[in-house]
């Protein structure tokens, strides 16, 4: 499991899943500079376990959940939801 601090908010998410999302988000660098932070910060907790990411990266993070079937991320991409929303 990876820790993402979602602006003070901790959720533990699978590894595939954070994995899956960075792929997501490095897709989308192009349309965005915070899709391309996100991409990096998710890498950077592929490697440390844990990441911390401010107002803009939980943005472009939320955009990349809606973006993605949400089947494929199973139940962290309604756990990264809520927590975003909260």
């Known amino acids: ?10 959720v533990a998410v699978p590894r595939d899943a954070v994995s899956e999302l960075a792929a997501a988000a490095a897709a989308r660098a192009g349309v965005s500079e915070r ?5 990096l910060r998710l890498g950077h907790a592929l490697e440390s376990g844990y990441v911390s990411l401010g107002a803009g990266e939980v943005r472009a993070l939320v955009a990349v959940l809606e973006e993605e079937h949400p089947d494929r991320l ?5 756990e990264l939801r809520r927590a975003a929303a909260a």
């Open 74 to 78: 199973g139940p962290a991409a309604a």
């Open 1 to 10: 499991m990876i820790e993402l601090d979602l602006d003070g908010k901790t």
């Open 35 to 39: 899709h391309r932070d996100l991409s």
